[in-house]
């Protein structure tokens, strides 16, 4: 599955103001929702999905990034959305960095191999720095997605 099998433009939201963890997550659950892909899906249930992940253990991963991903019932897609937000917050990632890149995940319940070679390859795009300098370099929602759907192309 190719990134921009699971994310498009209406799933990038750019200069984001929040002022925690759970106000990101929230935010980054209303994006999911947006657009035709995500219908059928409640934000409200996105959100629960992700903070009872977030329960288990933080998904910031370092370096001022976290990869939120919960899995729903009510869907057979896998979807994704990207904010990159005005200024980081704390996300009690492994690192102790705030957090101001977020790239969440969300999975049918039932998709466990797919689930984990997604996050695998997403946390893979993430350890690039140049990468993640790029991103924060980005001066609209465009930029971000040129971005994210040619990163394969550029590390290969």
Known sequence: MELQDIIDPDRIAYDIDVSSKKRALETVSDILVKGGAGENLVSHDVCESLIARE????????????????????TDKTLAAFVKLHKGVDYDAIDNQDVDLIFALLVPENSTEEHL?????????????????????AKDPQALWSLLKNWKKRAD
């Open 55 to 74: 329960k288990l253990g933080s998904t910031g991963i370092g370096c001022g990034v976290a990869i939120p991903h919960g899995r729903l019932k009510n």
């Open 117 to 137: 070679h997604i996050l695998a390859e997403i946390a893979e795009m993430f350890s690039n720095e140049e990468f993640r300098k790029q991103l924060r370099q």
